[in-house]
C-alpha cells in the first residue's frame, strides 16, 4: 500500500514540475515580446513578468522537479527492480533535468532585464518539454511492450509535427 501512496505523490509533483515547465517558458515568451513595445508599457509588463515567473518557478516549478527527485527514487526502491525501460526513462529525465537548468538560465537573465532568445525560439524551446512527456509516458506506459527503434521514430515524427506546428503558427501570426 505504501507503494501506491508514494508512487501517486511521485505523479502529483511530475504533474506540477511540467505544469511550472509549461508556463514558465509562455512567460519567457511573453517577456521576450515586451522588447517590441514602447516605455513605459514595456517596463510595467516586464516587471509584472517577472514577479509572475519568480512566483512560478521558485514557488512551484522547482519545489516539484525536487520532490519529482526524492518521490522517484522512493518509487524505484519499494518497485523493487531495475527494469530495462527504466533505464531509457532515466535518461530523458536526466535530460529533462538539463531542460530546467537551462530554463533557469534563461530566468536568471530576464530577472536582470536580459533577452537572451528570441520569442519564435522560445516557443520552439517551450515544445521541447512536450517532447519529454510523451516519450516519458510512452516509456513507462508501454514498458517492455514497446520496440526503442519505433519508439524513437515516433517521437521524431512528432517532434517534427510540433516544428511544423510552430511554423505555420509564425506565419499566421505575421499576416
Known sequence: MQYLYIKALHVIFIVTWFSGLFYIVRLFVYFAETEEKTEPERSILQNQFKIMQKRLW??????SAILTLIFGPWVWYLYGSFPDWLFFKLVFVAALYGYQLYCHTIFSQQQKGYQPLSSTALRIWNEAATVFLVAIVFLVI???????VYGLAGLLIFTMILLLAIRIYKKSREK
Open 142 to 148: 508501454l514498458k517492455n511492450t514497446m520496440s526503442f
Open 58 to 63: 521558485y514557488g512551484i516549478t522547482w519545489p
